[in-house]
């Protein structure tokens, strides 16, 4: 077993056991409140389900035009048209993944547990590449290249017709990293990703740094305490982009001037959302929280959705969705986190992330469900 997976592997350890202690510091304390009957003040309706298969990882939904492309952990792949439900295509690729999926309408690819990235032309294989670690976090596909970051806190650019490896940068950092998916994403001509807790911009013919921005800086005792990693989730208006770094702190950095505009302290594993005034983000003990996007200040806090493991927000005009663990999406206001209706999937976690495609809410469930909804 290689070094970075052992590393990985004690992290996941690690990381679990943390998670349990902090879900159960008290039954009183952790205790859900019983949310009602409810009551629907806006309408939604559920418009088509699909499933890819169990999802044991954090999928990463990527929306090209009308289609969305989803992956699960047995290696299915499919481009599904949000309007309908429909298949555009669907693919097995007969191996195990654990991240997925990037895709430009074109190319799309994946990882496998086996550290191969795997790029398929529509839902034809064309070529696979050893990576040299563990990969969480979905590939970029963006101007005839995949990007990729690893666990080790590397980042490498491939040919996205051939597979050839264009170049590849190495940063030093803690010796553990976040068993989540990060950030690899374009503004404008410069590939930004998340290299432990600062946010850089990086020239993507060649992976030079152009800028970095700190976001969260190591604190604690010991090496789980002092994980900063910057999560996937990010709420891009313009070049303004508002990040959260693992169990520390969220802020915005502007991408043109590359510096940090603010941070706030903060304490979650999962992203964010919002618009040109406000973001939105859910914290560990399941408070949702809105801040003001200009200067970080709190607006409101909601403490209903306490203890249900919620998945990142995804902001949709007046509403916030968010999922749960057992697969409830919860539509609230935006003004003040008021309940406006809830809706069921399939009983499992959501483990994707929340995407709007034309007028269709779409979410992925652990047991692989996908699930179309329409607000009306």
Known sequence: MSFIRKLFLKLSLTLSAVLVLTGC???????????????????VRSA????????????QIRVVDNLVFVAGSDGNVAAIDARTGG??????????LSAGVG??????????????????????????QKLGAVTLTA?????????????????????????????QQQRSGDALVLGRSGIVMAVG?????????????????????????????SRGTNEVERLVDLVSGVSREGDMLCVRAFQSSVGCVD????????????????????????????????????????????????ERLRFRNLSAPLLIGDSIVIGDEVGTLHFLSRNDGAP??????DGSPIVSNLVLVGKTVVAVTQRGGVFGFRPE
């Open 87 to 96: 298949d555009l295509w669907r693919v097995t690729l007969g191996v195990k």
């Open 25 to 43: 510091a008290g039954t009183e304390k952790a205790k859900q409140l019983d949310l009602g009957p409810n009551v629907p003040l806006i309408g």
């Open 255 to 302: 991408a043109a001037k590359g510096n940090a505009v603010w941070t706030k302290p903060a304490s979650a594993a999962t992203g964010l959302d919002g618009d040109g005034s406000t973001i939105f983000g859910a914290e560990s003990d399941g408070r949702v929280i809105a801040w003001r996007r200009a200067d970080g200040e709190r607006l409101w806090t909601s």
């Open 340 to 345: 406006l209706n809830r809706l069921s999937t």
């Open 189 to 217: 001509d410069t590939l930004v990703t998340g290299l432990g807790g600062r946010l850089v911009g990086m020239n993507p013919m060649n992976g030079k740094s152009r800028w970095e921005a700190q976001v969260a800086n």
């Open 48 to 59: 088509w389900t699909s499933n890819i298969g169990a999802v044991a990882f954090p999928l």
């Open 139 to 167: 590939p970029l596909v963006a101007g005839g290249r995949v990007f990729v970051l690893l666990a080790d806190r590397s980042v490498a650019a491939f040919d996205a017709a051939g597979g050839r490896k264009l170049w």
């Open 103 to 128: 895709s430009d309408g074109r190319f799309s690819a994946v990882v496998t547990r086996d550290n191969e990235l795997i790029a398929l032309d529509g839902s034809k294989e064309v070529w696979r």
